[in-house]
Structures are given as structure tokens and as C-alpha cells.
């Protein structure tokens, strides 16, 4: 229904996402990553990925690290419940609307930024 798989994940606002686990490709993992964390089921990948990077520190050095965002749609329709031991405490759909509310109140990471305002921007 045109919105967002919105989640918030200590203390900021976030899309599902995860790391890749041996053997699996970057459309399994999507697909595995929204089940996992927000009990979304029946998920198919729409078009094409989104990527964006941020370095963070690993082991006393700089990584750059690759995030493919995929859109998605679902016919599922039962309660979300987030993935409380990865740092979820929220899950819902959101409309491009509540998106822009909701970032100006608390804000995301800067690398999804563009993703959010592409998304909000597509549906005004």
C-alpha cells in the first residue's frame, strides 16, 4: 500500500537490514532480514537495490561498508513484532507523511537520508 517498513532501533529510526550469512545472496538476505527482525512474511523484491555506504571502525581501522536497500512488497497482514534482542523497539508501516513527522522529531543515520527522502518525495 505505498509505505514503509519503519523501524526503530536504539534510539533511531531505521530500515530492516542485516549481515549476509554464508552461502547466501544479498536477495536472501533482504528477504530473511525483514522476517527476522519485524515478522513479515511472503516479502518479493520490486525492482532493484538502493545502496549506500558509511565507514565505522573495525578493529582499530576504517570500513566502508555497503547496504543494498531492496523495495518490497508483502500480502502480509498480521501484527509486526519487532526483533527486541537486535535493538528493536518498534516496527510499523508508515506513510511518507509520518516518515517526514517522524524524522524531524528523532532523527536516522545520515546514509539513509536520501533513502528517505526519495521515498517521501516519490508519493507527494
Not at 49 to 65: D, M, P, R, S
Not at 67 to 92: C, H, N, R
Request: glycine fraction near 6%.
Amino acid at each position: 500500500d505505498d509505505k514503509l517498513l519503519f523501524i526503530f532501533r536504539n534510539g533511531k529510526w531505521d530500515l530492516p537490514k542485516g549481515k549476509r550469512e554464508e552461502g547466501e545472496g544479498i536477495v536472501q538476505t533482504a528477504e530473511r532480514e525483514v522476517e527476522e527482525e519485524c515478522r513479515v512474511k511472503r516479502c518479493e523484491i520490486t525492482g532493484p537495490a538502493v545502496k549506500t555506504y558509511h565507514c565505522y571502525i573495525h578493529k582499530g581501522a576504517f570500513a566502508l561498508k555497503t547496504t543494498y536497500w531492496f523495495p518490497m512488497k508483502t500480502d502480509y497482514a498480521k501484527k509486526l513484532k519487532p526483533q527486541t534482542a537486535e535493538g528493536i523497539s518498534a516496527v510499523y508501516w508508515a506513510t511518507p507523511e509520518l516518515i517526514k513527522q517522524r524524522l524531524t522529531e528523532i532523527p536516522s543515520y545520515n546514509s539513509l537520508e536520501e533513502v528517505f527522502q526519495d521515498f517521501a518525495i516519490q508519493d507527494a
